[in-house]
């Protein structure tokens, strides 16, 4: 593959050169076996000792490596490459990682006390076209054990939605020609959130699933004074096929209400929101219509500027299939380390390559004519018709091609009306194209010209 970790990664300030070409090294070979064990996708015995020393390089008594040192640099590339947008959106959201049965010192309780593992909150930029541009920052923690009355010891979890916003408030500041959106699921619903967001000044805009319907200063509540407005219009789009739902086109009837919340102790003071709620009209039988109720700090002057939000809110799946890469791909709840300081260095560099999975089927999609040497070697993309049994074209093809052959080596079949192939597809076909490649490669070292 082109040298994209050395991109990410070539700037990591690590306190040895040898330990940020170790890290370019294992991006590299976790991006071309995502499934691989470390052992697995290291390939010899050196280079998996190489790599548990470098992530033993976060204890305490080496050098005390931090995921943050290893995270930056891809943090640093993804603001460049969001500075050459218009509008960035900001997606927020928690996953759990599950380690249970592992003796791994550090970690904590999940959704149940008994099960043994971590968090990860990062926010991932994406344009609304969908292209994902980057990891910009992140969290890790476990929680602390429930004291003796229930309670839970520890920096409340909410904080983490309002620091997110104030990070992304601060990247605005930085971007006056970019305008950034924060976009977050019902957790992110919290007054204190907004009106941070207000005593900011409103750097960054701000759009989040609404969880609490709210009463309001005149009476009554949120969502019924919302419902009551005259519609604005009609959105049609099609909802990919999903929880073992098949895909179909949705039509939703788009309503706003614009009003002034009270802020909890601030003297009087509101916060101004609007709030947007899209109710499907006429959904088939045995379905579950699709109704979003969503929060914003922008004003809902007329139909277009409603559909716009719509479509910014679902752009919010991205983050989910981030999570999807980096669970199930990367199978990172495998990973073996000992410790949770050990597992964040491993941690931030899967984002990345997971990141760097998904933004390849977008590209695909969004950008079909880019040629595939900005992405691929030559004996890659040759290899990927090689290995679909296809004459390789004298021409450099471009990258949708490429990514439907490698997505077939990994179960896509490109039938007529398939759509075009998922990561999943991507991540398997990838594995097997990379095996092909390297034979190519050592046949070349050794003198065998293929």
């Known amino acids: 593959m082109a ?52 992530f033993d390089q976060a204890r305490a008594g080496k050098r005390g490596l931090n995921w943050q040192s290893i995270l930056q640099p891809h943090m640093d590339c993804s603001q460049g490459r969001m500075a050459q947008h218009p509008v960035v959106l900001c997606l927020q959201d928690t996953t759990e990682l599950d380690f249970n049965g592992q003796e791994i010192e550090g970690l904590g309780p999940l959704s149940y006390e008994a099960q043994r593992g971590m968090y990860l909150h990062p926010t991932y930029a994406v344009t609304p076209e969908r292209e994902p541009l980057g990891v910009i920052d992140a969290w890790m923690w476990a929680r602390e054990a429930k004291a003796a009355d229930g309670s839970r010891p520890g920096i409340s979890e909410s904080t983490r939605w309002i620091e997110g916003y104030e990070r992304v408030a601060e ?33 960054a805009d701000w759009l989040i699933r609404a969880r609490h319907n709210r009463c309001l200063p005149q009476g009554g509540k949120l969502w019924a004074a919302t419902l009551a407005e005259a ?31 009270p802020a909890p102790d601030t003297d009087g003071r509101h916060v101004s929101v609007t709030c947007l709620i899209a109710t499907e009209i006429g959904a088939p039988a045995g379905c579950k219509p699709v109704e979003w109720r969503l929060l914003t700090n922008r004003q809902v002057a007329g139909l277009e500027a409603a559909v716009e939000l719509i479509d910014w809110y679902r752009c919010r799946w991205e983050i989910e299939t981030l999570f999807h890469v980096l669970k199930n791909g990367c199978r990172v709840e495998a990973l073996q380390l000992g410790s949770q300081s050990k597992l964040e260095l491993a941690l931030a560099v899967y984002l990345v390559v997971s990141w760097r999975l998904a933004r390849l089927i977008r590209l695909g999609r969004i950008h079909p004519q880019w040629s595939a040497d900005l992405f691929f070697s030559e004996t890659e993309w040759a290899g990927a018709f090689i290995l679909n049994k296809k004459k390789p074209p004298k021409k450099v093809p471009t990258i949708r091609e490429v990514i439907r052959l490698i997505a ?43």
């Open 408 to 450: 077939q080596l990994g179960g896509f079949l490109a039938r007529k009306g398939d759509g075009e192939p998922g990561v999943k597809s991507l991540w398997l076909g990838i594995q097997r194209l990379r095996d092909f490649a390297s034979g190519v490669e050592h046949m070349r070292e050794i003198g065998h010209v293929m």
């Open 171 to 203: 990247t605005a500041a930085g971007m006056p020609q970019t305008r950034l959106v924060y976009v977050a699921d019902r957790e992110a619903d919290i007054v204190g959130l907004m009106q941070r967001a207000q005593a900011l000044g409103t750097p």
């Open 3 to 54: 040298n994209w970790a050395g991109d990410e990664f070539g700037r990591a300030e690590l306190g040895d050169g040898r330990l940020r070409l170790r890290l370019i090294k294992l991006a590299t070979r976790f991006a071309e076996q995502p499934t691989a064990s470390i052992p697995g996708a290291c390939g010899d015995w050196a280079e998996t000792v190489a790599a548990y020393r470098f």
């Open 231 to 261: 519609p604005l219009g009609e959105i049609e789009f099609t909802l990919a096929s999903r929880h073992g739902q098949p895909k179909r086109i949705v039509r939703q009837q788009l309503r706003s209400h614009a009003v002034d919340l």
